[in-house]
Every structure is written in C-alpha cells, then in structure tokens.
C-alpha cells in the first residue's frame, strides 16, 4: 500500500477506475472476453430490483473469481457474536469505562468484542455494535463480513486497509464503511488500534434527507471518499474468514483475493472525516433534536424510524438564548447507544471517557448529570464555542441487547444511575400565600 493515497469522491456515485489503462471493458459490462484475460465479477449489495435510487452494485475485472477457493472449515472467534442475544435486557441506564485487555497479540479479527445487538443477522434486519482493539497487522489474512455492512470509528490508532476496492487509511476523526460482503484486510503501523464498530444488518447506510435545508449541509455528498483500483503484486497464499450467520469460518486461497484490476459501479468502501459535518443547529432558542446531527442513515421499513442513524456531536458554536443548552432530561421510543472518540460530552463531564460507551434503551430515563443540570440552569448564555469534543450514537429502532459478558463486563459503572441521584425538587408554589 503507497503512502499518500488518492480517493474518488462523491457519496454513491458510479464510479469507475482502472489500475491498469485498457482494463475496463467500454460500453458493457461482460463482453465475451473481459481486456486483459480478466474475469468479470458482478458484486451485489442490494436486490438485483431493488429500486434504481437504491440499487447498489458493483462490476469488478480480477484475475481470478471469487470460487477459487477451499471448502470452508470452521473457525473459532467466541468475543464477537450476532443478534438476537439470548440474555434478558434489563431496561437500566448502563454505562462502560474503556474496555482493557482486548488489543494484546490480536489482530482485527481476533480483536473484536461484542457490546450489543439487536434484531436478527439471518433477517438482516438490526445492528450489531462492538469494540475492537489490536496490535497485529492482519498479515496474509482478510476477512468478509456476509452478515453485515461495516461502520468503523476509530477513537485510537490509523487503519490502513486494503479492500477489494482498493486501499485507504483511516484516523481517529475519520470514519469507514465497508459493504456487505467485500474482502477486506486491515493492518497499523502504529502499537495498536482502537475504535467502535457498528455492523450494520439493515439496509445500506445512505445520507438522510435535508428536508428545508436545502441542496447544501449536514454532510455533504462530495466528501466521502473512494478508493482508486489497486491489486497486490505479490500472488502469496491468504487466510479468508467470513462472518456468515453470526459464526466463522476460514478458506485457503493460493492467491491475492485483492486481484481486481478495475472496478465500476457504486458499491465500494468508503471514508468520511468527520470535520467536514457542516453543524446545522439554532441560532435562536430551544435544543433541537439531536437528529440535526445525522451523519448517515439506515433506513427500516417505518419512514423516519431508522435500523441505525449514526449520529455526532462536534466542535460547534453554541448561541442559544434563554435555553437549557445540554441535551434535555428525555425518554425515547428509540434505543440510543453513545461512545466518545475525543474530548467531554456537555451531558456527561465525568465517566464517559473515549472509548467508554453508554446504553439508554427505549423509554429509559435519562439526560444531563446533576452537576451539568446545576452549572447550565445558572451559566451566562454567552455565544460559546464547544471545543474538545467529539461524541457519537448509533440510533436504533430495536431494542440493543448487551452479551452477557458486557452485563457482568468489570468495566461496568454499576453506579452510573447515581450520576442523577441529587436531583432534587426545587419545586416553589407562587400561589401560597
Ligand atoms: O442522550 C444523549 O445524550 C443524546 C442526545 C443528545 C441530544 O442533544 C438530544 C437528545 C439526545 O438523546
Ligand atoms: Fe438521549
């Protein structure tokens, strides 16, 4: 992998870029004879008639096609497992230091740790969100997701990834979405690797309407980037694992699976520096919802109810007058799950450290600790700006069950809750005489 890499750019668009001038076939997809003795690959992400605005799929000229390989054998990755969760959820308000232990002699594969899921991976309906944490380079192996599209948010460490798509790294600040399905393979150059991933089981994560707004805002089309075809040299062996049905297994292949000379289409991986969020909010009064802060969406089969909506809380300019400015003490029919990849969050200065995370499920009480509650009520409503802070959801319409070894993880603050214990009534009756 080069250093300096360049990207294709536009969300969804259908692309087109050879490694090797002439590769492309002109005009058609499968001519008899693809250029170059190459074999064509059609890669597809939605139904072959999902609607045109929806359909996602990609033609991909390689050496060889993806059936060279062995039987699949079993393979053993007990820490990252797929909905539905057999453990009852209790409806609490549940918070987590950062985890310790899971970024030793690992790498990405073996590094992941399950948090919680919902929904079912064999209906591709719901989420799967993990942690993982490595300090191996994926050397000789790669992986492909079957049972989801991949959601990365680093909070430690640059991934450098090589797709079939091609290669591109990824940094604390940025984020990466793989496609259902597409081989992957992640190494660091730094000691180890740290950061949130949502497997996404629903539909693919698209950009949310702008609705009023306009044609401009939120996060723009043209800022998420694709990588540029690539193949690797060197023709050695590789391990394939595939996540398929919630379980593993592995393949040997006697070759690359990055062997694809040039691709066309619109589904590939792609990244998203987070900086780029054009932060739409009120420059009058109130706390809007926090849905003005949708980065992507995965819609389900409800309008406006989405399988996942991930969502950030940046550096922004707070100008609200006479306003609570933290988020507000809220009950909520969808289940909210927040991490934190740099900095404080407004609602919660203490114990919610990045890579820490939090669980509020559906109609679970929360908002604001009581020593933010204090200090906002009684703050001069100056314009300030929010600096040192990069939170994050991930959104859900289904209830996110928590593994069994999260409930009874050690980094469990089982007192989080008490965060709310001094709230007291203030209440004063201005009718008693
Ligand atoms: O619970 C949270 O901290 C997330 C959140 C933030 C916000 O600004 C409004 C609502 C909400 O759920
Ligand atoms: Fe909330």
């Known amino acids: 992998m080069t250093t300096a890499l360049h990207y294709l750019s536009g969300f969804n668009n259908q692309f087109e870029t050879e490694a090797i001038s002439g590769a492309l076939p002109v005009g058609q997809f499968n001519p008899q004879k693809a250029p170059l003795g190459l074999y064509t690959e059609q890669f597809s992400s939605t139904a072959f008639t999902a609607p045109r605005a929806q359909n996602r799929r990609t033609w991909f000229y390689r050496k060889r096609p993806s059936v060279c390989q062995s039987d699949y054998q079993t393979y053993v990755q007990a820490s990252w497992t797929s909905a539905p969760e057999p453990t009852p959820t209790p409806p609490s308000a549940m918070r987590w230091s ?19 899921s919902n929904g079912s991976v064999k209906e591709q309906v719901g989420i799967g969100i993990a942690h993982y944490g490595f300090n191996l380079s994926m050397k000789g192996r790669a992986m492909i997701n079957a049972d989801a599209e991949m959601l990365f948010v680093p909070h430690q460490g640059e991934l450098q990834v090589k797709t079939e798509c091609g290669c591109l790294t990824v940094a604390p600040g940025e984020i990466m979405v793989i496609p259902r399905g597409m081989k992957f393979s992640i190494d660091i150059s730094e000691n180890s690797a740290r950061g ?3 497997e996404n089981y629903g539909h693919p994560l698209t950009l949310p309407e702008r609705g009023p707004v306009g044609a401009n805002g939120f996060a723009n089309d043209r800022d ?26 592995r393949n040997l292949l006697e070759h690359s699976p990055f062997d694809v000379v040039a691709w066309a289409g619109n589904s590939a991986p792609y990244k998203y520096d987070l900086s780029r969020f054009n932060v739409i909010n009120t420059v009058s009064f109130d706390h809007p919802d926090p849905s003005i802060f949708t980065v992507l969406t995965s819609p389900s089969y409800a309008e406006g109810t989405a399988n996942l909506d991930f969502v950030i809380f940046p550096p922004r300019w707070m100008v ?17 799950f927040m991490g934190l ?22 109609m679970t009480p929360h908002g604001p600790e009581q020593a933010v509650f204090e200090k906002a009520s009684n703050a001069n409503l100056k314009p300030e700006r929010y600096e040192n802070t990069l939170a994050f959801m ?19 603050q089982l007192d989080y809750p008490q965060c709310w214990a001094g709230l007291e009534s203030k209440f004063t009756d201005n009718n008693e005489s």
């Open 98 to 116: 950062p985890l310790t232990g899971n970024d030793t002699t690992n790498d990405f594969i073996d590094g992941v740790v399950s948090i919680a």
């Open 341 to 362: 990849i740099e900095g404080v969050y407004d609602a919660k200065e203490k114990g919610f450290e990045p890579g820490g995370f939090s669980l509020h499920n559906a």
């Open 394 to 412: 991930f959104e859900s319409r289904y209830v996110l069950a928590p593994t069994a070894q999260m409930l009874n993880a050690p980094e469990r």
């Open 320 to 336: 609200a007058e006479h306003t609570f400015r933290p988020p507000w003490f809220h009950r909520n029919v969808m289940s909210e």
């Open 224 to 249: 998420f980037q694709y990588p540029v075809a690539w193949f690797e040299e060197s023709d050695h062996s590789y391990e394939l694992i595939t996540k398929f049905s919630g379980h593993f297994y």
């Open 196 to 198: 949130y991933l949502c």
